[in-house]
Structures are given as structure tokens and as C-alpha cells.
């Protein structure tokens, strides 16, 4: 059975309000020549980040895989599958935050980086201990979910502030 876990809703809309609340005055303060060229690249910008925060997971009896867009792959982020078999141990490193990130190693010495920021992660780091039968005490989000809701709040404050200030 194939089980898809998603980019964490508020880790998706965080990044986009942040983007629109950054970019979305540049259209209207902008001059007359530049609206609309300063249109097209708020719109295309919006259409690029809302593809890259679109990334999953899925597994399956056999695998695991990450799976990215085709603008995430030109962007540089790959996309990578492991059979369960092949995975030998998962290796732990601080971060400068104070958090870890979390690697499953292959037999072949290759490392790839466990998502950290996916939806029903419990559901996940158990089918992950599951599946390789290593031990996984230490596999949490990367940084706490309230960092996520504040820093989305406060984009959309900053968005109500700007429809506000022009208005006005």
C-alpha cells in the first residue's frame, strides 16, 4: 500500500504569504513602464513557489521515495528513491539552530535527508522504524510547528498593513 505524505500545510502557506507579503506592493509602487512587467514576475514568482512547496513522500512495502516538481528539479532540489532493504542506518547531525537533521544512509554510502517537515509525521517515523528496524528516538520535526503559524501570521499582518496603507 502507498502512503503519501505532503509538505505540512502551514511550512507551504507560511513560505507563500511570506512571498506575497514581501512582493505583492512592488506592482502598485512601481511606475507606469515597470506595472506590467512587476505583474508578470510577482504572478510567475507565486506560481514558482507554490510549485516548490509542493514536494512529498510515499512509501510502500518495497521503497521509499521523494518526490519533487520539475521547476524544484531545475531549481537544484533531486528527487530520490531507496528500497527499505538498502537503507543501513540513520545518522544524526546538529544544526546552528539547535535542531538536527536526520540522514538515511545507504548500503552504498550514499545519504539522503529524511523530511522533517511532512504531514501525519508520526504515521511517518513509524513506517520508517518499521521498515528498517533502526532506531529513530530522535526523529522529530526540525524546528517546532509554532515557528511556522507565528512567521504565517505575521506575513498576513504585514499583508492586511499594506492593503491598509493603500487604501488610505
Request: glycine share 2%.
Amino acid at each position: 500500500m502507498i502512503e503519501k505524505f505532503k509538505t505540512l500545510f502551514f511550512v507551504r502557506i507560511s513560505l507563500v504569504s511570506l512571498y506575497v507579503a514581501l512582493t505583492i506592493p512592488i506592482p502598485f509602487i512601481s511606475s507606469e513602464k515597470f506595472k506590467i512587467p512587476s505583474i508578470i514576475a510577482f504572478v510567475l514568482g507565486l506560481f514558482f513557489i507554490i510549485n516548490i512547496t509542493n514536494d512529498y513522500v510515499n512509501t510502500c512495502d518495497k521503497k521509499i521515495s521523494y518526490k519533487t516538481s520539475f521547476i524544484s528539479e531545475i531549481l537544484g532540489k533531486k528527487k530520490w528513491e531507496i528500497c527499505w532493504k538498502d537503507i543501513i542506518l540513520i545518522k544524526s547531525l546538529p544544526t546552528s539552530q539547535g535542531s538536527k537533521v536526520h540522514y538515511l544512509i545507504t548500503r552504498r554510502e550514499e545519504s539522503f535527508l529524511v523530511p522533517q517537515r511532512v504531514e501525519k509525521f508520526e504515521r511517518f517515523v513509524s513506517i520508517l522504524e518499521k521498515k528498517t528496524k533502526l532506531n529513530i528516538d530522535e526523529l522529530s520535526y526540525i524546528s517546532p510547528l509554532w515557528t511556522y503559524k507565528l512567521l504565517t501570521y505575521l506575513s498576513v499582518s504585514m499583508i492586511i498593513g499594506e492593503i491598509v496603507a493603500f487604501v488610505i
